[in-house]
């Protein structure tokens, strides 16, 4: 059904999460077995907090993850995604993820609603650096101030720019297909809501069941999702 509703589909959206981002090698957050927050309290080190009152454990949680997303790569689902914008089926994708692979594997059209580990700046005044200071263990800014990653911390507002574009591309979806989040955090759990209230098809890909199965028209649980997109890539005659 998903290959049919992929191959009639006028303006389909991918919205993704951590799930994307796990044959890849980097950890989730919620999944039963491995979810990073099953083992450290996020608004203890990935919050506005944390950086002023707890900076050396909220660094150290940022340089493994800035580690992470410089030692792994994209799989074959994100160069899918990639070639399916390319061939104009995929019109736009919106992520939570902060590891920038969907535009390393060549996707354009993506909006970062949480930021990116991709790129730091310094929290007195806003100088921009590359991630790879952190891989140097250098922490802080030319000015003395300290780095932190343009992440989106909890505490923190979405950056407008990714939240308008990703409101605007969730009304115009007539297919809205959710691939590995738990859909658990606002406001970014609220655009699969607002493309099936636009009238589009919703289908949530995750491992585990999450909070919005009630509202998808399909869900597609236990099934990888490299292997799904490569079955679904295999069965579409592209015209
Ligand atoms: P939250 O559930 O408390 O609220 C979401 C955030 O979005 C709030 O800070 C709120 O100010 C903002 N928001 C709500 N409605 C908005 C709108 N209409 N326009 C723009 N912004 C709006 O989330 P949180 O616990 O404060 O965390 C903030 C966000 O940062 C969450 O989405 C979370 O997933 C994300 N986060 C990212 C990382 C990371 O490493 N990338 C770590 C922690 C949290
Ligand atoms: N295939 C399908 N689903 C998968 C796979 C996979 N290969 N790997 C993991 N999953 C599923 C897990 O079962 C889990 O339910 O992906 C989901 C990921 O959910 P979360 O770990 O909650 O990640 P996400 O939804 O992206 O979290 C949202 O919370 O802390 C913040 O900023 C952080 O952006 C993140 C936000």
Redesign the pocket.
Known sequence: MLSEWLQKSNYTVIFT???MS??SGLP????TNQ?L?RKKD?SKI?STQALNNNVEDFIDFYRERVLGVKEYKPHKGHYILSNWEGIGKVKSIIT??VDGFHQEAGSERVAEL?GTLQKLHCQTCGKEYDSEEYVNKEYHCSCNGILRPNVVLFGETLPQDAFQYALKESEKADLFIVL??????TP?NQFPLIAKENGAKLVI????E?QMDFYADTVIHN????ELLEELDKRMEWD
């Open positions: 999460g951590a799930g796990t044959e989730d957050f919620r999944s979810g927050w996020p990935a939570q993820n949480h590995g989040s738990s859909l658990s955090v970014a890909v995750n491992q585990e999450t099934k990888k999702i490299g």
